[in-house]
């Protein structure tokens, strides 16, 4: 969602701040902005609606640098896509610049009560910010009280990352954060803010992990950090381990299609993670299945794609380590909280950390006491730091919007998690290197799945992916897939409900895949692609090794079957991708769509 970058004390401040803007634009955006100051008094102010290309366009043709600035990328939340509702806000003495992410709950009331000889410019929650600063400010206060006094007035939900630059300290950011990421970047040349480290490797790879409640003076030699007691604090710095190349494109069109190539490494290097050479499990510390032993049930909670990783997931803990065990969409589980067993154990999946509505329910099981593990694929982000225990998926960075290596590495962690808490019957280890050299083996046959989108999905409006038991959770993602990216209106579906309603939207021409790989249900699904078929459907069914028959699609390699997902979902990643580059979209930035929803 939102991004927010800044430098101090560079010799020049845009190319890193349109840099750092454009690592950031996978996360969705609308709009985006930028201000700049040079210590001696010249500045530049410059937002634009659309791409980070076209702000750069504009700031390029206006020529001034600066050596220090703050910039953004806005996901409109208060207010439309516009130039005024853009970031940097600024008051209206032109003094103070703010960058804002998250929501401020009761920006209303504070305008009613703070502002009202003020003449609001934008739409924005952020505005009413910066112009309370500037109140503050005008007042007489310094700015770091005038900041720290609108902090102070937040309704307690509010979450925000903060960055201010004050026109007559030009060379000064201030920075503060509750519930949304913020760190601070050292270098030797200059230091740096940002909502995501990977946005400032160019300028350095140190950081320091801004806390709730934080507020930071960062100047170009020098950072100074309060706590929410206002005290000084020493936070830790740490190095990004980062490959500047896992951020690359490489030699790929997209990234969706590289991170969907990456699944077979991703599966190696999570085995290798958790597997010792001789097979035994490690990396899952004992107080993590000390106290999931003690679990009379799992609730898995996730949003999207990491919801639907859960639903394959629940397999794994009943069937091998016999607890019961219910996933949950996070943002309903949020404000519908259901009646929760004597000894619930929380999994929190997710690829970012980040995403508001998981964070919410994390919140609330915390403050009732009970126990929780986060598995995410970036570590340090608020949901690993603020369980009770983490895991890393180890997927990498995810850039494509479109979910892929992230919700394999899911399944895989809670298979392995699953392995550490019962028995699976077979050797995982064993089985998950095999998983690899298929993973591969499917994405090697690439032009079957371009060919298979072309017949079926060129001129479609709708589709459907149907299965039964693990294959009706992996119908769900890959629903989802398809329509996340092409505009496709797609269901998955469990193919024996289709009767009971949805058949009648088949008509002639509609494409129906089936993912065939459970053993127990085949032959009903059979059946049910027969129904359809009968009655005008362009069926393709996917079947596994053993359950292939004559005419099928697609043969996927067998592995064991309760591990079928990880392959299945493998043709409807890249038959999402080859109908999104038929239909001239934009595969890694679909519209309306963020990669990290940090809004609820
Ligand atoms: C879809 C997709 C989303 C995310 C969801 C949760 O491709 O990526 O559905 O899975 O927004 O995000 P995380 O996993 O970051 O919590």
Redo the contacts with the bound molecule.
Sequence with gaps: MCGIVGVTGVSKALPYLLQGLQKLEYRGYDSAGVYLTDGAGQDAFIKEKGRVSQLAAKAEKNGFEGTAGIAHTRWATHGNVSIENAHPQKSADNRFYLVHNGVIENYQELKDIYLNNVTLVSQTDTEIAVQLVAKFAAEGMTTEAAFRKMISLLAGNSAYGFLLIDQQEPETLYAAKKKSPLLVGLSDHGNAVTSDATAMIDLTKEFIDLQDGDLAIVKPDQVTIYDEQEQKVDRPSFTLTIDPEDTDKGAYPYYMLKEIDEQAVVTRKIAGHYFGENGELQGIGCAITDKMAEADRLYIV?????YHAGLVGKRYFEQWANLPTEVHIASEFAYDQPKLSDKPFFIF???????AD?REVLDNIKKQGYPALTIANVMNSTLTREADFALPLLAGPEIA???TK?YTAQILVQAILASALGEPGFDLKAELAKVAVEIQAITDEKEVFQQIAADALTDQRSAFYLGRGLDAAVALEAA??LK?ISYIQTEGFAAGELKHGTISLIEEGTPVFALLTQSKTAGLLRGEVAQVAARGAKTFIFASKDLAKEGDAFVLPQVQELLMPLLAVIPAQLIAYYATLARDLDVDRPRNLAK??TVQ
């Design positions: 996730a949003a999207g794609t990491s999946l997710s690829q970012s950390g980040e995403t998981s919007v479109a979910s992230a989802l897939k996340e990290s929803v």
